[in-house]
């Protein structure tokens, strides 16, 4: 490359070009010839058409496309919800509504005994050692102080989580609240399973923390009348009544739109009898103690026979608690194991490593999106997004042919013929790439501009070491 600059050099020279438009020219040869280098250069994510659908559907129509346009509640589901609203008026429903959804947002997993313990020793030390400097003539009252300082700041400081006790009218709340934008999210996590194993038709469905029949009516959007036996679990008596009437289209006497549903308030703990789908919807954060979340985690995965769907909020307290289930499942030895076959992640981790995510500083939540249609309350908008983070795991289903496919787990940006993709790979860590079509290829780079958040790109990732740099300027491969 010095030779061919030298060589340009004197050629200029000899055509009388001199200074800086000799400077700029040679400037541009050596970008171009970088940019040559760099198409060149190894390490760059390639399109994955090992199974051959671009013979077969459009760029815009690739298999790792999963996200749902605009979901809408089943006519029947949102007639019933509007006769119970209008029959059972409630005063101040629309403040109602949006002072529970702000609530349970932001509610927080309660707090372990064991770190209650570890600050309030902290919190003694520090303060002790604070007191000592300041003369006292009474020890007794100098530790009487210390104690007070110490429970005033755990009070403060510490989240004061209590159990949801769910009367007749606040279920009607938690309906007009969570009924359509939790449909909106298990849909989508389910469409996931229905859209990649095509053959799975599940008879059986176990719903734990049931609540309003959400994940019910998504299950029988998606499968119909395949599902021959839903069991619903939910400890509320009331919750189970009002998701009964609402398959009743809000009244008495009404017909179930879904046949064979069963209701309980207990989880029936026999592992003898399995499901074939399993699923907990915004439940986990209802249980006290991690000990009592890990002792559910595995009863349901005891029980579950293909799937187990979890899904939660899409905050920094959903993602952690569907990372201590992860935990469980996966790595958490279970003493009681009657069907031996191990847990296989599905969706929407690429891998079974720890979670990126949470190996970072800033450490902010695995969530996606999801658009979808309100119910008719004047407090709605025509259309709603639900932020939702999930967890699919498998028995009996090991992978296709496309598992190490990478998950976008942000929004995609579309620029001028590049594309900025933030991916978490197969190797457990988190790229961010710009996908060219000069560089990857215009088949990849296609794919990816008609990708969304929460898609599968179709590529082979390279396993790239955790400090990759820019290749060249007119792309770039980072981890983060």
């Not at 994955?48 to 509640?73: A, C, E, M, W």
């Not at 530790?143 to 606040?170: A, C, F, G, M």
């Not at 069907?339 to 690429?350: E, I």
């Not at 999930?390 to 942000?410: C, K, M, Q």
Request: glycine share 6%.
């Amino acid at each position: 490359m010095r030779e061919d600059c030298c060589f340009y050099w004197h050629s200029f020279e000899a055509n009388g070009w001199h200074g800086g438009r000799c400077t700029m020219l040679l400037s541009r040869l050596r970008f171009q010839q970088l940019r040559t280098l760099s198409t060149q250069a190894p390490g760059l994510s390639q399109l994955d058409n090992s199974t051959g659908f671009l013979s077969q559907v459009p760029y815009r129509k690739h298999p790792g496309i999963l996200h749902l346009k605009l979901i809408r509640l089943p006519q029947k589901a949102h007639n019933a919800v509007q006769v119970l609203l209008k029959e059972r008026s409630i005063r101040q429903l629309e403040d109602r509504v949006t002072a529970l959804k702000n609530y349970l947002w932001s509610r927080k997993r309660p707090a372990e005994e064991s770190d209650l313990r570890a600050q309030a020793a902290e919190l003694e030390r520090k303060t002790k050692t604070y007191m000592a400097s300041i003369p006292e003539e009474d020890v007794s009252i100098q530790e009487e102080k210390v104690r007070n300082i110490v429970l005033k700041t755990l009070r403060k400081n510490t989240y004061h989580w209590q159990p949801l006790s769910y009367t007749d009218e606040l279920c009607l709340v938690y309906l007009a609240a969570r009924f359509d934008g939790g449909f909106a999210a298990v849909t989508r996590a389910l469409q996931e399973i229905r859209q990649r194993v095509p053959d799975f038709n599940p008879q059986t469905l176990l719903d734990f923390g049931s609540g309003v029949g959400s994940v019910t009516w998504a299950a029988h959007a998606i499968w119909g009348d395949r599902i021959g036996e839903y069991m619903c679990v939910d400890s509320s008596a009331s919750m189970n009544k009002l998701s009964e009437l609402v398959m009743k289209g809000g009244t008495e006497t009404g017909d179930m739109h879904v046949s064979e549903v069963y209701f309980r308030q207990f989880l029936p703990l026999s592992p003898k009898v399995q499901y074939d789908l399993v699923v907990s919807a915004f439940s986990l954060n209802e249980l006290s103690s991690m000990a009592e979340r890990q002792k559910t985690i595995q009863t349901l995965w005891r029980k579950t026979g293909a799937f187990l769907v979890l899904v939660e909020n899409g905050t920094k307290e959903g993602h952690q608690l569907l990372m201590e289930a992860r935990e469980t499942v996966l790595h958490v030895q279970d003493k009681q194991i009657w069907d031996h076959r191990p847990p296989h992640m599905f969706a929407p981790c690429p891998h079974e490593l720890a979670c990126p995510k949470l190996a970072q500083k800033l450490q902010v939540p695995c969530n996606f999106t999801q658009l979808y249609q309100p119910l008719h309350l004047s407090l709605n908008s025509q259309q709603q997004c639900e932020k939702f983070s999930f967890l699919i795991l498998s028995r009996n289903f090991v992978g296709e042919a496309d598992a190490h496919w990478p998950r976008v787990i942000s929004p995609v940006l579309r620029r001028p013929r590049h594309v900025h993709c933030h991916m978490c790979c197969a190797d457990g860590q988190i790229y961010h790439d710009v996908i060219t079509a000069r560089r990857h290829g215009r088949d990849l780079y296609r794919c990816a501009r008609n990708s969304e958040w929460g898609d599968r790109l179709p590529a082979l990732v390279p396993f790239r070491n955790s400090d990759s740099e820019e290749i060249a300027s007119g792309g770039k491969s980072t981890a983060t």
